[in-house]
């Protein structure tokens, strides 16, 4: 019965764990039907992750926007919305930076820290429509977020065609004045292409931590995301937290964006399709439990998974869309609540065993 009651009291985290396990597992038994050897791929893939100083830093670079697109979906969650813009958020915070990058002459570090905020203000902005109307005409703001996802991804696409370049797929590269790749924290990887975006992450999570359960602003966010009417009529503004949740959500994004381009691919591209990183964010927050602590623990487990997945597939000839498997089963079993599920079940037997005993 103890044993019982310490499943049945799980926290998210042993849930997260327990879902993890079953999702590398569902990948395994992928792999062995379709006549890969399992264990060698995972061994191949923790080691790229592990071993060598560049790849360790290469792991923290592709960990660095899912922690962010994380959290921006994470504060949505806790506020009571479902921000699936991120996408589009990021998108138009890495076009906000690239802007600021090569049509502002500014000194170095500062033209930076100007380029970082532009794109934090895009997302912010690009969060602010769903937002509004959400507020104003009760539009579900998964709905408008789709949409702008769209728009998103084509006004990207046509700046950089018809304003950024002339006529060109990608813009020339952005001035080493608006970087964030820090030559030093590089050389200490190996000259990986880690940059200065994960500490703009550890931060991020931390305001999210500390304006959430930290400040009456946090709280009323949260009241509102638990019950709005109950907050109005404890006085609250409920339209005015509604649109500054998904300003702030957008703002994540909008970093995410911003830091990818300033210190990964240094240039903006025509897009056929979108990043990804985004929707990601989604995955990484439901497995982190919308926390901030969790969110990173998410991050770096699906960075280490998507980074290692090239290894995987060069030493073991294992397709990297297998980890992609592995990410939607992870998800699967956390969405559906299979650990708690099978807890309630054992506890119910447990409890029928011992009426019948009686």
């Not at 924290?185 to 931390?206: E, N, T, Y």
Request: glycine share 10%.
């Amino acid at each position: 019965m103890q044993v019982l009651s310490k499943i049945n009291k799980q926290s998210s985290i042993f849930t997260s764990l327990v879902s993890v396990f079953l999702g590398l597992l569902v990948g395994g038994v992928m792999m062995i039907l379709a006549g890969y050897n399992p264990i060698q791929a995972y061994i191949a893939l923790f080691q790229s992750a592990f071993l060598q100083p560049f790849d360790i830093g290469e792991t923290i670079r592709t960990i660095t926007p899912l922690i962010l697109t994380g959290l921006a979906v994470g504060l949505a969650f806790r506020t009571g919305l479902f921000n699936i813009g991120v996408e589009g958020q990021f998108i138009i915070g890495q076009l906000a930076a690239v802007i600021v990058a090569l049509k502002l002459d500014l000194p170095p570090v500062i033209h930076a820290i100007v380029a970082v905020i532009a794109g934090a203000l895009g997302g912010a902005l690009w969060a602010f429509l769903p937002g509004y109307l959400k507020a104003k005409r009760g539009v579900h703001e998964v709905i408008t977020t789709i949409m702008l996802n769209f728009i998103a991804l084509y006004l990207s696409n046509l700046t950089v065609r018809e304003w950024l370049t002339d006529g060109a797929d990608k813009t020339k590269e952005i001035p080493e004045s608006a970087s964030l790749h820090w030559n030093m924290l590089s050389q200490l990887f190996d000259s990986s292409r880690v940059h200065f975006g994960i500490f703009i992450a550890i931060v991020a999570a931390f305001f999210m931590y500390y304006l959430l359960w930290k400040t009456t602003t946090g709280y009323q966010l949260r009241a509102v995301g638990y019950n709005p009417h109950a907050s109005e009529y404890a006085g609250m503004n409920v339209s005015r937290n509604i649109v500054l949740s998904m300003m702030i959500s957008g703002v994540f994004a909008g970093l995410a964006g911003a830091s990818e381009l300033l210190g990964t691919a240094g240039y903006q591209a025509i897009q056929a399709s979108y990043t990804g990183i985004g929707f990601d964010g989604i995955a990484v927050s439901l497995l982190g439990g919308n926390s901030p602590l969790g969110i990173v623990l998410s991050a770096s487990l699906f960075g280490i998974l998507t980074y290692g997945g090239s290894n995987m597939e060069y030493v073991a000839a294992v397709p990297r869309e297998v980890i992609r498997v592995v990410f939607a089963a992870i998800i699967f079993f956390v969405a559906a609540n299979i650990v708690r599920w099978v807890a309630q079940r054992r506890k119910k037997k447990v409890i029928d065993k011992g009426g019948e005993g009686k």
